[in-house]
T-cell receptor, first 109, second 116 residues
């Protein structure tokens, strides 16, 4: 079956760096997305990876290894506003989005 | 975890026709359902929010007469794209939430619409 795994919850300190991992097993691959979702709000798009490597966008970076079925989202210089859920989603060969359950990130002062 | 399904997963239609997309919460009652649209490599864009038994609330710029939303039961919401045009071709995703705003949204797999 198709599966996306990411940790349920992580805690980090303001100003620090945190890495949220995502592993996937899907029928085909047409890209991996990371979304940020604050409680009670719609998810917002963070990144899209379809080729191996690191994509950097400001304080956020996303890495993909297709051979390992693995991605991570790296958040630097953490701010309190980064407290949110981070969703990993993979688009399979049928262009269907397979969603992870999300990682709730708690930032402590 | 909670499961949300969508049907159809992909649809191709002629310009001017109407297309209905179903979103179902399979193992929980969804008091609120959301409809999103996503263009390639872009963010999810919220189109509307619907509460069971109430009229949907549409986001700015979304034509309510073109995108008809019905949320008649706690497990089913439908989005009808009326008189579809090629610019409506997109990836439509629904999500469902069982309780208040602090509850997790569970997303469906999406429906890919291609209007010729």
């Amino acid at each position: 079956g198709q599966n996306i795994d990411q940790p349920t919850e992580m805690t980090a300190t303001e100003g620090a760096i945190v890495q949220i991992n995502c592993t996937y097993q899907t029928s085909g691959f047409n890209g991996l997305f990371w979304y940020q979702q604050h409680a009670g709000e719609a998810p917002t798009f963070l990144s899209y990876n379809v080729l191996d490597g690191l994509e950097e966008k400001g304080r956020f970076s996303s890495f993909l290894s297709r051979s390992k079925g693995y991605s991570y989202l790296l958040l630097k210089e953490l701010q309190m506003k980064d407290s949110a859920s981070y969703l990993c989603a993979v688009m399979d060969s049928n262009y269907q989005l397979i969603w992870g359950a999300g990682t709730k990130l708690i930032i402590k002062p | 975890g909670a499961v949300v399904s969508q049907h159809p997963s992909r649809v191709i239609c002629k310009s001017g026709t109407s297309v209905k997309i179903e979103c179902r919460s399979l193992d929980f009652q969804a008091t609120t359902m959301f409809w999103y649209r996503q263009f390639p490599k872009q963010s999810l864009m919220l189109m509307a929010t619907s509460n069971e038994g109430s009229k949907a609330t549409y986001e700015q710029g979304v034509e309510k007469d073109k995108f008809l939303i019905n949320h008649a039961s706690l497990t089913l919401s439908t989005l009808t794209v009326t008189s579809a045009h090629p610019e409506d071709s997109s990836f439509y995703i629904c999500s469902a939430r069982s309780g208040g705003s602090q509850e997790t949204q569970y997303f469906g797999p999406g429906t890919r619409l291609l209007v010729l």
